[in-house]
């Protein structure tokens, strides 16, 4: 075991009770950046916290950029290159439990562990992710796991180079490239995938042989309507058919067909490559839990993201209720929300003034040397910081866009975001907020 890894094992194992218990820290983004800056923002004013006095639970070795499974998926990067073992990338001031919590009891102040333990806190900030529902599609599993399926899906570590592998081995045939209804992280990937897809085939002189197609439950290309327009005139001029409102239910790898449920009944397709993107929800545990609303994420207000009914508890990211896109960018904007507001409270017991607008990004690739850079904040409105500082639509493909989601993003994520120490449109200084 590496020296800081026993210092925060050491930390972790003589502490019952923490001043700030974070749930979730491994696959997912907010946990390990939101952790950070709590411990910054009470550092800068004065009022450091102990070693220990921060901990976060969460029992993956590994902490993946899941950003960049498109990236691997299109050839660009290896998938290993994107990820860091989570005891590396936790600071010895922070203690790193390293099992997952099962269980909340809010009203007594403690989790419960898979072990059996049970961990107090003085406040909660749940960012434990969403849950991907591989079994919501039958026969996914079994076709992922067969190199000759013509299945894959960006959307795991471990099928995301499959991807690239099926895409770049085809020679003719038919794609079908699939998009659930409802919630998932990073609505545009499934997308993303099919354009650079589009490119390589175009590239490489096999686009004529390949016919491609998207299939969406969502009733548009983009939930956003500017985008959305503009990704569907780029989908009609680049020869790509697309079916809206219909869900893929069930694939039969023996036959290379795939059903789809739509409200006027069911579909099957034929298909050569198939990309499948799973049904996603809040994880089971959340679901079932008193923090839970009634579609099972942690219920928080919208702008202070703090708990609905418990104060003490905080909530950011994919596990959250809050009404935006689920990406890694909107993290960038939650987090010194949170952080200001949960200082607000351990310091004064009130409600902080820092207030989420809803910021979120996707930097939806196009093809190579293409991308949309979408960024929107609550209803749909776009919320674009180049077109307000060099007057940029951002509907419209760029080069240099391309180049912050393949080169600079990824090189931030590691280097600074899960430090604490990014934020987003805001660059490298946290914003301000009004004192309470």
């Known amino acids: 075991m590496r020296p800081t890894a026993v210092r ?8 019952t009770h923490h ?3 974070v749930v979730g820290g491994g696959e997912w983004s907010g946990g390990l950046s939101v952790a950070n800056q709590i411990y910054n923002k009470f550092k800068t004013e004065g009022k450091a916290f102990s070693v220990g006095d921060i901990a976060i639970v969460d029992g993956a070795e590994f902490h993946h950029y899941q ?4 990236l691997v998926g299109s050839g660009l990067k290896d998938k290993y290159a994107l990820r860091r073992r989570l005891a590396d990338l936790v600071p010895s001031h922070i203690a790193l439990r390293t099992e997952n919590v099962t269980s909340f009891s809010p009203e007594a102040n403690k989790v419960t562990t898979e072990s059996g333990s049970e961990i107090a ?3 909660l900030v749940v960012a434990a992710g969403l849950k991907s529902n591989w079994d919501g599609i039958t026969n996914l599993r079994r076709a992922l796991a067969d190199p000759q399926s013509g299945v894959s899906s ?6 995301a180079d499959k991807t690239w592998s099926d895409i770049d081995a085809l020679r003719t045939g038919k794609t079908i490239f699939t998009q659930p209804a409802g919630i998932i992280k990073c609505a545009g990937a499934p997308q993303k995938i099919m354009w650079m897809a589009w490119d390589r085939y175009r590239r490489t002189g096999r686009r004529e042989k390949i016919d491609l197609e998207f299939v969406t439950g969502a009733p548009t290309m983009f939930s956003v309507p500017k985008y959305s327009e503009a990704l569907n005139k780029l989908r009609i001029e680049r020869g790509i058919d697309g079916l809206f409102g219909h869900n893929l239910v069930s694939i039969d790898p023996a036959k290379r067909t795939a059903t789809f449920k739509s409200e006027k009944g069911n579909v099957e397709k034929e298909y050569t490559l198939l990309h499948a993107v ?3 929800g809040p994880p089971d545990f959340i679901k079932s839990s008193s923090l839970a609303d009634s579609a099972g994420w942690v219920d928080v207000d919208q702008a202070t993201l703090q708990h609905k009914k418990y104060s003490n508890v905080f909530s950011l990211g994919d ?3 809050l009404p935006t896109s689920k990406t890694a960018a909107a993290i960038t904007a939650q987090a010194p929300v949170l952080a200001h507001n949960l200082y607000t409270f351990l310091e004064s017991g009130s409600t902080g003034k820092a207030s989420y607008d809803g910021y979120t990004s996707c930097p939806l690739l196009t093809g190579y040397n293409g991308l949309m850079l979408c960024e929107f904040k609550y209803g749909l409105q776009p919320e674009e910081t180049f077109a307000k500082a060099l007057g940029m639509d951002q509907a419209v493909p760029r080069r240099a866009f391309y180049h912050l989601k393949k080169d600079f993003f990824p090189w931030v994520y590691f280097n600074r975001m899960v430090h604490g120490q990014w934020f987003g449109k805001n660059g490298f200084r946290a914003p301000k907020f009004a004192p309470a």
């Open 121 to 123: 806190y003085d406040t």
């Open 8 to 15: 925060r094992a050491a930390a972790a194992a003589v502490k």
């Open 154 to 159: 960006i959307y795991s570590f471990e099928t």
């Open 67 to 70: 950003p960049g499974w498109t």
């Open 278 to 280: 799973p049904p996603m």
């Open 319 to 321: 596990s959250s209720s």
């Open 19 to 21: 001043k700030v218990l």
